[in-house]
Protein backbone atom coordinates (compact mmCIF):
# COMPACT_ATOMS: atom_id res chain seq x y z
CA UNK A 1 0.00 0.00 0.00
CA UNK A 2 1.29 3.33 -1.06
CA UNK A 3 0.15 6.29 0.88
CA UNK A 4 1.30 9.17 -0.86
CA UNK A 5 3.23 10.16 -4.19
CA UNK A 6 6.77 10.36 -2.36
CA UNK A 7 6.73 7.08 -1.27
CA UNK A 8 5.76 6.01 -4.87
CA UNK A 9 8.58 7.99 -5.98
CA UNK A 10 11.20 6.45 -3.47
CA UNK A 11 9.74 2.95 -4.52
CA UNK A 12 10.70 3.72 -8.05
CA UNK A 13 14.81 5.41 -7.36
CA UNK A 14 15.29 2.01 -4.61
CA UNK A 15 14.99 0.60 -8.11
CA UNK A 16 18.14 -0.81 -9.57
CA UNK A 17 17.10 -0.60 -12.91
CA UNK A 18 16.15 2.48 -14.13
CA UNK A 19 12.86 2.79 -16.79
CA UNK A 20 13.50 4.60 -20.19
CA UNK A 21 10.57 7.43 -21.11
CA UNK A 22 10.50 8.06 -24.70
CA UNK A 23 9.10 11.64 -25.06
CA UNK A 24 7.72 12.39 -28.17
CA UNK A 25 7.84 16.00 -29.70
CA UNK A 26 10.81 16.62 -26.85
CA UNK A 27 11.84 20.02 -28.59
CA UNK A 28 9.71 21.31 -25.78
CA UNK A 29 10.99 23.27 -22.55
CA UNK A 30 8.19 22.60 -20.50
CA UNK A 31 7.95 18.52 -21.08
CA UNK A 32 11.96 18.58 -21.02
CA UNK A 33 11.88 20.28 -17.33
CA UNK A 34 9.68 17.62 -16.24
CA UNK A 35 11.59 14.84 -17.76
CA UNK A 36 14.92 16.26 -16.37
CA UNK A 37 13.72 16.28 -13.27
CA UNK A 38 12.87 12.46 -13.27
CA UNK A 39 16.38 11.81 -14.28
CA UNK A 40 17.90 14.06 -11.55
CA UNK A 41 15.91 12.02 -9.13
CA UNK A 42 17.16 8.47 -10.31
CA UNK A 43 13.54 7.99 -11.69
CA UNK A 44 14.04 7.27 -15.41
CA UNK A 45 16.57 7.39 -18.29
CA UNK A 46 15.46 9.62 -21.23
CA UNK A 47 15.35 9.02 -24.82
CA UNK A 48 14.50 12.05 -26.87
CA UNK A 49 12.78 12.06 -30.22
CA UNK A 50 12.16 15.39 -32.07
CA UNK A 51 14.17 18.50 -33.21
CA UNK A 52 17.34 17.97 -31.99
CA UNK A 53 18.90 21.02 -32.83
CA UNK A 54 15.92 22.75 -30.73
CA UNK A 55 16.03 19.96 -28.24
CA UNK A 56 20.31 20.51 -27.29
CA UNK A 57 19.27 24.00 -27.87
CA UNK A 58 16.78 24.12 -24.55
CA UNK A 59 18.80 21.69 -22.88
CA UNK A 60 21.97 24.30 -23.20
CA UNK A 61 19.82 27.59 -22.24
CA UNK A 62 18.30 25.84 -19.08
CA UNK A 63 20.99 23.85 -18.10
CA UNK A 64 19.22 20.63 -18.13
CA UNK A 65 20.76 17.47 -16.85
CA UNK A 66 20.10 15.57 -20.32
CA UNK A 67 23.84 15.81 -22.26
CA UNK A 68 23.95 12.09 -22.06
CA UNK A 69 20.39 11.43 -23.29
CA UNK A 70 19.39 9.39 -26.44
CA UNK A 71 18.18 11.79 -28.94
CA UNK A 72 16.13 10.81 -32.47
CA UNK A 73 15.92 13.27 -34.65
CA UNK A 74 12.75 14.43 -36.52
CA UNK A 75 10.78 17.35 -37.38
CA UNK A 76 7.50 16.38 -38.32
CA UNK A 77 5.22 15.20 -35.92
CA UNK A 78 3.90 11.71 -37.52
CA UNK A 79 7.32 10.86 -37.98
CA UNK A 80 8.26 11.35 -34.46
CA UNK A 81 5.31 9.77 -33.31
CA UNK A 82 6.02 6.78 -35.47
CA UNK A 83 9.44 6.87 -34.14
CA UNK A 84 8.54 7.25 -30.46
CA UNK A 85 6.19 3.93 -30.85
CA UNK A 86 8.74 1.92 -32.81
CA UNK A 87 10.71 2.40 -29.79
CA UNK A 88 8.56 1.23 -27.81
CA UNK A 89 8.27 -2.38 -29.84
CA UNK A 90 11.90 -2.57 -30.17
CA UNK A 91 12.46 -2.58 -25.98
CA UNK A 92 14.59 0.82 -25.93
CA UNK A 93 12.31 2.36 -23.92
CA UNK A 94 9.47 1.52 -21.19
CA UNK A 95 6.35 4.24 -21.48
CA UNK A 96 5.48 7.32 -23.36
CA UNK A 97 5.05 10.47 -22.65
CA UNK A 98 3.61 13.34 -25.44
CA UNK A 99 5.77 16.46 -25.64
CA UNK A 100 4.67 19.15 -28.04
CA UNK A 101 2.38 17.56 -29.88
CA UNK A 102 -1.30 16.42 -30.83
CA UNK A 103 -2.47 13.98 -28.70
CA UNK A 104 -4.27 12.21 -31.40
CA UNK A 105 -1.34 11.91 -33.69
CA UNK A 106 0.05 10.00 -30.76
CA UNK A 107 -2.60 7.74 -30.53
CA UNK A 108 -2.86 7.76 -34.08
CA UNK A 109 0.68 5.76 -34.46
CA UNK A 110 0.10 3.55 -31.07
CA UNK A 111 -3.47 2.30 -32.09
CA UNK A 112 -1.85 1.11 -35.78
CA UNK A 113 -2.92 -2.35 -36.42
CA UNK A 114 0.59 -3.31 -37.89
CA UNK A 115 3.03 -1.27 -36.31
CA UNK A 116 1.43 0.11 -32.86
CA UNK A 117 1.14 -0.65 -29.25
CA UNK A 118 -2.60 -2.03 -29.64
CA UNK A 119 -2.94 -4.82 -27.65
CA UNK A 120 -6.99 -5.62 -28.73
CA UNK A 121 -7.77 -4.33 -25.49
CA UNK A 122 -9.66 -1.13 -24.46
CA UNK A 123 -7.15 1.56 -23.84
CA UNK A 124 -8.01 3.62 -20.76
CA UNK A 125 -7.38 6.42 -18.40
CA UNK A 126 -6.09 5.30 -15.21
CA UNK A 127 -6.07 8.79 -12.66
CA UNK A 128 -3.89 8.17 -9.45
CA UNK A 129 -4.70 10.20 -6.90
CA UNK A 130 -3.56 11.91 -2.89
CA UNK A 131 -7.06 12.53 -1.38
CA UNK A 132 -6.68 14.83 1.88
CA UNK A 133 -8.37 12.71 4.74
CA UNK A 134 -7.81 9.07 2.90
CA UNK A 135 -5.35 6.85 4.04
CA UNK A 136 -3.81 5.91 1.09
CA UNK A 137 -3.44 6.16 -3.26
CA UNK A 138 -6.51 6.14 -4.91
CA UNK A 139 -7.27 5.05 -8.22
CA UNK A 140 -10.65 6.77 -10.21
CA UNK A 141 -11.11 5.18 -13.84
CA UNK A 142 -12.24 5.82 -16.18
CA UNK A 143 -12.22 9.51 -16.38
CA UNK A 144 -10.79 10.34 -19.96
CA UNK A 145 -11.15 8.25 -22.40
CA UNK A 146 -14.51 5.85 -22.85
CA UNK A 147 -17.68 8.51 -22.53
CA UNK A 148 -20.42 5.56 -21.62
CA UNK A 149 -18.55 2.38 -21.53
CA UNK A 150 -20.17 -1.33 -21.78
CA UNK A 151 -20.16 -4.36 -19.14
CA UNK A 152 -17.24 -5.94 -21.15
CA UNK A 153 -15.36 -1.97 -21.36
CA UNK A 154 -15.50 -1.82 -18.08
CA UNK A 155 -14.60 -5.43 -17.31
CA UNK A 156 -11.24 -3.88 -19.21
CA UNK A 157 -11.37 -0.96 -17.36
CA UNK A 158 -10.71 -2.47 -14.32
CA UNK A 159 -8.27 -4.63 -15.38
CA UNK A 160 -5.83 -2.16 -16.95
CA UNK A 161 -6.09 -0.67 -13.28
CA UNK A 162 -5.33 -3.75 -11.42
CA UNK A 163 -2.89 -4.65 -13.73
CA UNK A 164 -0.97 -1.37 -13.55
CA UNK A 165 -1.29 -1.97 -9.58
CA UNK A 166 -0.08 -5.61 -10.19
CA UNK A 167 3.23 -4.22 -11.46
CA UNK A 168 3.52 -1.46 -8.59
CA UNK A 169 3.40 -4.72 -6.36
CA UNK A 170 -0.28 -4.08 -5.53
CA UNK A 171 -1.24 -7.94 -4.57
CA UNK A 172 -5.66 -8.84 -4.88
CA UNK A 173 -6.42 -4.26 -5.28
CA UNK A 174 -9.37 -4.07 -3.48
CA UNK A 175 -12.41 -2.23 -6.79
CA UNK A 176 -15.49 -0.42 -5.96
CA UNK A 177 -17.77 -0.43 -8.62
CA UNK A 178 -19.63 3.22 -7.59
CA UNK A 179 -23.17 3.48 -8.33
CA UNK A 180 -25.57 6.06 -6.51
CA UNK A 181 -26.70 3.40 -3.99
CA UNK A 182 -24.99 0.06 -2.45
CA UNK A 183 -28.34 -2.05 -3.19
CA UNK A 184 -28.89 -3.17 -6.69
CA UNK A 185 -31.34 -1.16 -8.77
CA UNK A 186 -32.58 -3.10 -11.75
CA UNK A 187 -33.36 0.36 -13.25
CA UNK A 188 -30.26 1.44 -13.03
CA UNK A 189 -27.66 -0.32 -15.47
CA UNK A 190 -24.35 1.07 -13.70
CA UNK A 191 -25.97 -0.80 -10.98
CA UNK A 192 -26.73 -4.01 -13.10
CA UNK A 193 -23.11 -3.82 -14.54
CA UNK A 194 -21.43 -3.56 -10.98
CA UNK A 195 -23.41 -6.91 -9.61
CA UNK A 196 -22.07 -8.18 -12.38
CA UNK A 197 -18.70 -7.27 -12.25
CA UNK A 198 -18.72 -8.79 -8.85
CA UNK A 199 -20.18 -11.44 -10.19
CA UNK A 200 -17.38 -11.99 -12.67
CA UNK A 201 -14.63 -11.55 -10.08
CA UNK A 202 -16.32 -14.08 -8.36
CA UNK A 203 -16.04 -16.70 -10.95
CA UNK A 204 -12.62 -15.96 -11.63
CA UNK A 205 -13.54 -13.72 -14.65
CA UNK A 206 -11.78 -11.41 -13.61
CA UNK A 207 -8.54 -12.06 -11.91
CA UNK A 208 -6.22 -10.64 -9.08
CA UNK A 209 -8.31 -8.14 -7.41
CA UNK A 210 -11.65 -8.06 -5.18
CA UNK A 211 -14.63 -6.33 -6.92
CA UNK A 212 -16.98 -4.53 -4.56
CA UNK A 213 -20.58 -3.45 -6.46
CA UNK A 214 -22.70 -1.45 -6.21
CA UNK A 215 -21.40 0.41 -3.86
CA UNK A 216 -21.50 3.97 -2.72
CA UNK A 217 -18.91 6.45 -2.86
CA UNK A 218 -19.07 7.26 0.95
CA UNK A 219 -19.11 3.63 1.77
CA UNK A 220 -16.09 2.51 -1.05
CA UNK A 221 -13.84 5.61 1.09
CA UNK A 222 -15.50 5.35 4.86
CA UNK A 223 -15.11 2.37 7.23
CA UNK A 224 -17.15 3.95 9.09
CA UNK A 225 -19.87 4.95 7.30
CA UNK A 226 -19.86 1.50 6.13
CA UNK A 227 -20.23 0.20 9.85
CA UNK A 228 -22.92 2.89 10.07
CA UNK A 229 -25.05 1.26 7.14
CA UNK A 230 -24.38 -2.39 8.25
CA UNK A 231 -21.78 -3.13 5.04
CA UNK A 232 -19.66 -5.29 5.32
CA UNK A 233 -16.83 -5.99 2.68
CA UNK A 234 -13.36 -5.80 2.61
CA UNK A 235 -13.55 -3.23 -0.28
CA UNK A 236 -15.55 -0.81 2.54
CA UNK A 237 -13.74 2.07 3.68
CA UNK A 238 -10.29 0.26 1.96
CA UNK A 239 -10.89 1.15 -1.79
CA UNK A 240 -7.58 1.06 -3.82
CA UNK A 241 -9.50 1.73 -7.18
CA UNK A 242 -12.79 3.71 -7.93
CA UNK A 243 -14.60 2.39 -11.35
CA UNK A 244 -16.90 4.83 -12.39
CA UNK A 245 -20.12 4.12 -14.43
CA UNK A 246 -18.99 6.95 -17.24
CA UNK A 247 -16.44 9.14 -18.55
CA UNK A 248 -18.22 12.50 -16.79
CA UNK A 249 -18.92 11.11 -13.57
CA UNK A 250 -14.95 10.31 -13.18
CA UNK A 251 -13.89 13.89 -14.22
CA UNK A 252 -16.22 15.36 -11.94
CA UNK A 253 -15.04 13.15 -8.97
CA UNK A 254 -11.39 14.26 -9.99
CA UNK A 255 -11.63 17.87 -10.65
CA UNK A 256 -13.54 18.26 -7.47
CA UNK A 257 -10.75 16.56 -5.46
CA UNK A 258 -7.57 18.94 -6.50
CA UNK A 259 -9.94 22.14 -7.32
CA UNK A 260 -12.23 22.49 -3.99
CA UNK A 261 -10.91 18.92 -1.74
CA UNK A 262 -6.61 19.77 -2.16
CA UNK A 263 -6.08 16.78 -3.56
CA UNK A 264 -3.23 16.07 -5.96
CA UNK A 265 -3.40 13.70 -9.16
CA UNK A 266 -1.61 12.07 -11.99
CA UNK A 267 -2.26 9.86 -14.54
CA UNK A 268 -1.62 7.69 -17.90
CA UNK A 269 -3.42 5.97 -20.35
CA UNK A 270 -3.52 1.95 -20.10
CA UNK A 271 -4.08 -0.94 -21.99
CA UNK A 272 -1.36 -0.70 -24.58
CA UNK A 273 1.93 -2.75 -24.86
CA UNK A 274 2.97 0.36 -22.54
CA UNK A 275 2.07 3.14 -20.44
CA UNK A 276 1.37 6.84 -21.87
CA UNK A 277 1.81 9.62 -20.08
CA UNK A 278 -0.73 12.45 -21.72
CA UNK A 279 -0.15 15.61 -19.57
CA UNK A 280 -1.70 18.83 -21.37
CA UNK A 281 0.87 22.01 -21.50
CA UNK A 282 -1.54 23.18 -18.46
CA UNK A 283 -0.26 20.50 -16.13
CA UNK A 284 1.60 21.81 -13.59
CA UNK A 285 5.33 20.44 -12.89
CA UNK A 286 3.96 18.78 -9.91
CA UNK A 287 1.28 16.86 -11.93
CA UNK A 288 4.16 15.92 -14.87
CA UNK A 289 6.84 14.78 -12.59
CA UNK A 290 4.78 12.45 -10.85
CA UNK A 291 3.03 11.27 -13.92
CA UNK A 292 5.94 9.91 -15.39
CA UNK A 293 6.52 8.20 -11.80
CA UNK A 294 3.59 6.92 -12.03
CA UNK A 295 4.48 4.89 -15.45
CA UNK A 296 7.83 4.19 -14.58
CA UNK A 297 6.15 2.26 -11.40
CA UNK A 298 3.30 0.84 -13.36
CA UNK A 299 5.58 -0.25 -16.45
CA UNK A 300 6.49 -3.42 -16.84
Excluded at 47 to 54: H, P, Q, S, T
Aim: net charge negative; charged share 25%.
Amino acid sequence: MLRNFAEMAEMVRSNPVKKRIVLACAHDEHSLEAVNEAVKEGIVEAVLVGKEDMIREIIKEHGLALEDATIYNADDDVEIAKIAVRLINEGKGDFLMKGKMQTSDLLKQVVNKETGLNMGKVMSHVGLFEVPNYHKLVVLTDGGMLLHPTLEQKAQIVENAVGALNNMGYENPKVAALCAAEKLNEKAPESVDAAALKEMNEKGEIKDCVIEGPISYDIALSKEIADFKGFESPVAGDADVLLVPDMAAGNFIGKSWVIQGGGRMTGLVVGAKAPIVLTSRGSGADEKFYSIVFAAAASK
